[in-house]
């Protein structure tokens, strides 16, 4: 697993970097320069629904660069980072995605991508993001598609609790299948809504089998709560991190990741929050990983040795 931790200023930066660095034919049309720069094959429907994701991610961190409060954040820096996001948001007006792309380009500049990341040290601290890799979101997404599948044709699952929990994954995993259009905030909010979906059927379910004398948990309903823990996993930000940094759309993942009901997902480590660029040393190579705190009985040993 990922340890390293993002924001979404740096993803809109990620992505601005990609289009603006993308080798696509100058005389494209916008429309066909976007999905070749960013790697996806899309039907027409389908980009039109991404590019609307992407401009409501533009909406959310418009707003966060508006409202975060922090005493290395000046006026000036604010103003830039508002202009980048409006920079990146003129190439997503339709009129524009007609246009060739030597055109467009203009829209998608380094220099916004920089004042993203300069404001995403900061907004690091107040709204964290876990970085997701390619590799786990393909093994996600594979996960997700076997159970879909399972629930599908599985003859003892109700047939009315079929489509809201199929549909609610496969939302999901269209979301994890194009991560670059929808980012962690839009994705951890869709997985919020499938693992209220299951919540609401599993009571639904275990009230009727109650009533029939039978407290078995259905196990293809057992299948998804687990897929979506997996995924929850992904995004969940540890403990350690809130040493350093709020926990943001973490907390909002606390009902799965610690309900007793479902499986506990695995201790990872992250690495410690970035110094500010004054405060870096020289590069040596390595990284400082902080230690861990004592153990309450080696601690007690320490005491009765002095």
Same mark, same amino acid.
């Given at each position: 697993?990922?340890?390293?931790?993002?924001?979404?200023?740096?993803?809109?930066?990620?992505?601005?970097?990609?289009?603006?660095?993308?080798?696509v034919p100058p005389t494209d049309p916008t429309w066909s320069a976007v999905r070749k720069a960013l790697g996806q094959n899309l039907s027409a429907s389908q980009h039109w629904e991404l590019m609307s994701a992407l401009n409501?991610?533009?909406?959310?961190?418009?707003?966060?660069?508006?409202?975060?409060?922090?005493?290395?954040?000046?006026?000036?820096?604010?103003?830039?980072?508002?202009?980048?996001?409006?920079?990146?948001?003129?190439?997503?007006?339709?009129?524009?995605?007609?246009?060739?792309?030597?055109?467009?380009?203009?829209?998608?500049?380094?220099?916004?991508?920089?004042?993203?990341?300069?404001?995403?040290?900061?907004?690091?601290?107040?709204?964290?993001?876990?970085?997701?890799?390619?590799?786990?979101?393909?093994?996600?997404?594979?996960?997700?598609?076997?159970?879909?599948?399972?629930?599908?044709?599985?003859?003892?699952?109700?047939?009315?609790?079929?489509?809201?929990?199929?549909?609610? @994954?496969?939302?999901?995993? !269209?979301? /994890?299948?194009?991560? #670059?259009?929808?980012?962690? *905030?839009?994705?951890?909010?869709?997985? =919020?809504?499938?693992?209220?979906?299951?919540?609401?059927?599993?009571?639904?379910?275990?009230?009727?089998?109650?009533?029939?004398?039978?407290?078995?948990?259905?196990?293809?309903?057992?299948?998804?709560?687990?897929?979506?823990? @997996?995924?929850?996993?992904? !995004?969940? /930000?540890?403990?350690? #991190?809130?040493?350093?940094? *709020?926990?943001?759309?973490?907390?909002? =993942?606390?009902?799965?990741?610690?309900?007793?009901?479902?499986?506990?997902?695995?201790?990872?480590?992250?690495?410690?929050?970035?110094?500010?660029?004054?405060?870096?040393?020289?590069?040596?190579?390595?990284?400082?990983?902080?230690?861990?705190?004592?153990?309450?009985?080696?601690?007690?040993?320490?005491?009765?040795?002095?």
């Amino acid at each position: 697993m990922s340890g390293e931790i993002v924001d979404s200023a740096w993803e809109i930066a990620s992505v601005i970097r990609k289009l603006a660095r993308a080798s696509v034919p100058p005389t494209d049309p916008t429309w066909s320069a976007v999905r070749k720069a960013l790697g996806q094959n899309l039907s027409a429907s389908q980009h039109w629904e991404l590019m609307s994701a992407l401009n409501s991610r533009l909406l959310r961190l418009d707003a966060q660069i508006r409202s975060v409060q922090d005493q290395e954040l000046d006026q000036a820096q604010r103003q830039r980072a508002l202009q980048a996001v409006q920079n990146f948001a003129n190439l997503l007006e339709p009129p524009n995605q007609s246009l060739q792309w030597q055109q467009a380009v203009n829209f998608v500049r380094e220099d916004d991508a920089l004042q993203l990341s300069w404001f995403s040290v900061i907004l690091k601290r107040h709204r964290p993001l876990r970085r997701v890799t390619d590799d786990e979101r393909e093994e996600l997404i594979a996960k997700i598609g076997e159970v879909v599948t399972a629930l599908q044709v599985e003859a003892d699952f109700p047939d009315w609790a079929k489509y809201p929990l199929s549909e609610g @994954l496969q939302r999901l995993q !269209f979301m /994890l299948q194009h991560f #670059v259009f929808f980012g962690c *905030e839009v994705a951890i909010d869709q997985l =919020l809504d499938v693992y209220s979906k299951a919540s609401a059927l599993e009571n639904a379910i275990e009230g009727k089998s109650s009533s029939e004398k039978s407290t078995k948990r259905n196990p293809t309903l057992v299948s998804v709560l687990n897929v979506i823990v @997996l995924v929850a996993n992904l !995004f969940w /930000l540890p403990d350690q #991190v809130t040493t350093a940094f *709020e926990r943001y759309r973490g907390w909002t =993942l606390r009902p799965i990741i610690e309900n007793p009901r479902l499986p506990k997902p695995e201790t990872r480590l992250l690495a410690p929050p970035a110094p500010a660029p004054h405060d870096l040393p020289e590069s040596s190579g390595t990284v400082a990983i902080e230690p861990a705190p004592p153990r309450e009985e080696e601690a007690a040993s320490d005491r009765a040795g002095e």
